[in-house]
């Protein structure tokens, strides 16, 4: 039994790795775009703290590497009306994938014409609110979908704008592409089994649907332009295909998936504007050999916007130390969890953390633990903390922005913690911190 078997790596200081650009270490503090995150906290914690400036300007990173194109900020990582205001103020539209996320843009006063509508299983009703607030793009996702939109546009005397989700076989994640046959998921309509085809022809035969194109998403935490390359290959070889029949595709989504870093292992991803450079020049290359003109591009990211803006701020609550098979770990408890991050447990997901005050102790290997009724919640499985670390210190995890808030539950009964953007101008609640009114008023009073 060895204790230095249990090797575990710190947290990369400030302004590296998977830390926002206005985190900084200031007289021995941790500083947001300069506010003590001691003072933050005074609100309560856990709370999700964004770096505002950060946030925008990963978002205007985007629109300035597409050019022309159009840049749908993917709702689900994180979305509040004021945060979808400031995405469309940079220049983005809004891609959403529910009745809520819906609400939750219009509520931010988007414009219909800059959502997007996403969903394999959409209702009736949200087809419905989507039509009578001008959404800009219903993407189809099955072939049932066809009449339902059809039906709904005709009875409300509407043009359904349809894109048509397909399937391209490439499957992407980090560096890795995989391109098969087969589909064996829930989303979108196959280009093998000529199931696509059946779609949009429907669509653009129909006097109630318009076609506008075709909308590809291949995976998530992609680092390099290769798997976008592969389905924009084949989305095209389709897009060709249907122009010679008569069909013209004026546009084409590739989708979101762009990776960051969460820990300061993780690779860089390449920078947006050599994302798409990589990913237009593929885009060209394959419409010239079907000899086509070039659709407009559109593209989804989600967490690339949200995810290393966001962070989270606990308080540490008991510690312990555990005996391990190769040595002792360090249980550090948070007043936090899996409520408010369950990507760990869903996905296996790695963190880092830094603690505020600063200290001479050694790092020691370390496990952040959350404060719910599961061996399973787990903040971050290994990293090295310093060996005093104790009631009361504040911890704050790396890149939680995306995913985070947007997957919180009540678990336990507790309160869903708030999302504060932080600015050198000031502070703003994105979401408020709930309240025991929040969370009790759901009861019938007995
Ligand atoms: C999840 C998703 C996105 C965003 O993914 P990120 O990994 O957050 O960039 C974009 N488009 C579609 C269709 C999605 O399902």
């Known amino acids: 039994m060895s204790f230095a078997s249990l090797a575990s790596i710190p947290a990369p200081e400030p302004g590296t790795g998977p830390w926002p650009a206005n985190l900084a270490r200031t007289e021995g503090k941790l500083t947001l775009a300069g506010h003590a995150l001691s003072d933050l906290a005074v609100r309560g914690t856990p709370v999700y703290l964004v770096d505002e400036n950060d946030m925008t300007s990963r978002a205007r990173a985007w629109v300035d590497a597409i050019g022309d194109g159009d840049v749908y900020y993917a709702g689900k990582s994180f979305l509040s009306p004021l945060l979808a205001r400031w995405m469309v103020e940079e220049g983005l539209c809004i891609d959403t994938a529910s009745e809520g996320e819906l609400r939750t843009a219009l509520a931010g006063g988007v414009p219909g014409e800059k959502i997007g509508l996403h969903g394999n299983s959409k209702s ?59 589909e064996d998921q829930k989303f979108g309509l196959s280009l093998a089994t000529g199931a696509a085809r059946d ?25 390099d332009p290769e798997g976008f390359a592969a389905a924009a290959s084949a989305v095209i070889a389709f897009a060709g295909e249907l122009t010679r029949n008569g069909i013209a595709v004026p546009e ?139 009631r009361g210190d504040l911890l704050l995890v790396a890149a939680t922005g995306a995913y985070g808030r947007s997957m919180a539950s009540n678990y336990n009964m507790i309160k869903r913690p708030g999302v504060l953007a932080v600015s050198d101008r000031g502070t703003t609640w994105l979401v408020r911190p709930e309240t025991w009114e929040d969370v009790l008023g759901l009861f019938p009073e007995l």
Do not use: W
Not at 134 to 148: A, L, T, W, Y
Not at 203 to 222: D, M, V
């Open 252 to 390: 084409v989504d590739l989708g979101g998936g762009y990776g960051i870093q969460y820990t300061g292992e993780d690779p860089q991803p390449v920078s947006e504007k050599q994302m798409l450079a990589g990913i237009r020049s593929a885009l060209e290359a394959a419409c010239a050999a079907e000899g086509i003109d070039v659709p407009r591009l559109s593209i989804e990211p989600g967490r690339s916007i949200s995810g290393p803006s966001g962070m989270t701020l606990y308080t540490v609550g008991a510690t312990k130390d555990v005996m391990t098979d190769d040595g002792v770990r360090r249980y550090v408890s948070v007043d936090g969890g899996m409520s408010d991050n369950i990507r760990p447990a869903l996905y296996g997901a790695d963190y880092t953390a830094l603690v505020d005050r600063v200290t001479d102790a050694e790092g020691v290997p370390t496990r952040v633990v959350g404060m719910h009724c599961e061996s399973g919640d787990i903040v971050i499985k290994d990293v090295s903390l310093p060996g005093d670390v104790s």
């Open 124 to 182: 009736d009703a949200l087809l419905e609110l989507a039509l009578e607030n001008n959404v800009g793009r219903i993407v189809v996702d099955s072939p049932g979908e066809v009449e339902q939109l059809a039906d709904i546009a005709s009875r409300l005397g509407r043009v359904a704008p349809c894109f048509v989700r397909v399937t391209t076989g490439v499957h992407a994640g980090g560096h890795e592409f995989i391109a098969t046959a087969h």
């Open 199 to 223: 779609v949009v022809t429907a669509i653009a035969n129909h006097p109630n649907l318009s076609f506008l194109g075709l909308h590809s998403h291949i995976g998530s935490q992609i680092l």
